[in-house]
């Protein structure tokens, strides 16, 4: 199966996350075929938007859970893909062009930190957005401790990535991460249609408004993917991440209350 769909048209470039029976989960295969898109489209000379999916009813759940359960279980046997999360985070944040994001089903973890480096996010009034980080006992991740503060405000980021409850695409957009909010039917005519009109523009003009925008908080993004890696690398096989994974393989809620020290 192809992981991403690559469809072409009046300059935009659409990509679609393609695991829809897995609700587009992100395994080590798909975050390489997501970033190889994104180095070519950056340097694709007919490309000059480009809007990111997802296939079936999620944008993407976020990390393949059985995935990072097999990479607890055996760390050594374990193959890592050529980019990896943070190659592809980096094929992101470096990619010169307007990056779209049209959220289209589910998005938790991954597929809503993603959202911090898209240029523009539009929601399916039926999308939801959840980061079930203290659900997982784990840190946070994608720089979203500093970008989704950025857009969103401290609270309502504390709230978000802090909370573990879903968040609605109107509330998604009041509280500033997404742009708009559109019916199912109408979410990627719209995105592709504001795509089209920003594709209809130089590219070089785009390229150095995107740069100035982004080149103040390049650093800040970089430092706190680092810190959240040192957070997440103490948290991952913790008796409280081991508990939530054993939770979530057989099917029941997690209980923290009998950790360690409360921890």
């Known amino acids: 199966m192809t992981l991403v769909l690559v469809e072409d048209a009046a300059r935009v470039r659409t990509l679609t996350l393609n695991r829809p029976e897995n609700l587009n989960a992100i395994s080590e295969a798909l975050l390489d075929a997501l970033a190889s898109e994104l180095i070519r489209a950056a340097t694709d000379s007919s490309v000059a938007t480009v809007v990111l999916t997802g296939s079936g009813r999620a944008f993407s759940v976020g990390a393949d859970l059985f995935e990072m359960a097999q990479r607890n279980a055996d760390p050594t046997g374990f193959v890592m893909g050529e980019y990896g999360f943070l190659g592809t985070l980096k094929a992101m944040a470096e990619l010169p062009k307007p990056l779209i994001m049209a959220v289209n089903g589910l998005a938790l973890g991954a597929g809503t930190t993603f959202l911090g480096y898209a240029d523009l996010v539009f929601m399916s009034s039926s999308a939801r957005l959840k980061c079930?980080?203290?659900?997982?006992?784990?840190?946070?991740?994608?720089?979203?401790?500093?970008?989704?503060?950025?857009?969103?405000?401290?609270?309502?980021?504390?709230?978000?990535?802090?909370?573990?409850?879903?968040?609605?695409?109107?509330?998604?957009?009041?509280?500033?991460?997404?742009?708009?909010?559109?019916?199912?039917?109408?979410?990627?005519?719209?995105?592709?249609?504001?795509?089209?009109?920003?594709?209809?523009?130089?590219?070089?003009?785009?390229?150095?408004?995107?740069?100035?925008?982004?080149?103040?908080?390049?650093a800040e993004v970089q430092a706190a993917q680092e810190r959240e890696v040192e957070h997440f690398k103490r948290l991952l096989g913790g008796p409280a991440n081991s508990e939530a994974l054993a939770a979530f393989a057989e099917g029941r809620k997690a209980d923290f209350t009998k950790l360690p020290d409360g921890w």
């Open 132 to 218: 079930p980080f203290t659900d997982l006992a784990v840190a946070p991740e994608a720089a979203s401790s500093y970008l989704l503060p950025s857009l969103m405000g401290r609270q309502n980021a504390a709230w978000l990535l802090m909370s573990s409850e879903w968040v609605s695409a109107a509330e998604a957009k009041e509280m500033g991460l997404a742009w708009k909010v559109c019916a199912p039917e109408e979410l990627l005519p719209t995105a592709q249609r504001h795509a089209e009109i920003l594709a209809s523009k130089p590219i070089s003009s785009l390229a150095a408004i995107k740069d100035a925008m982004w080149a103040p908080i390049r």
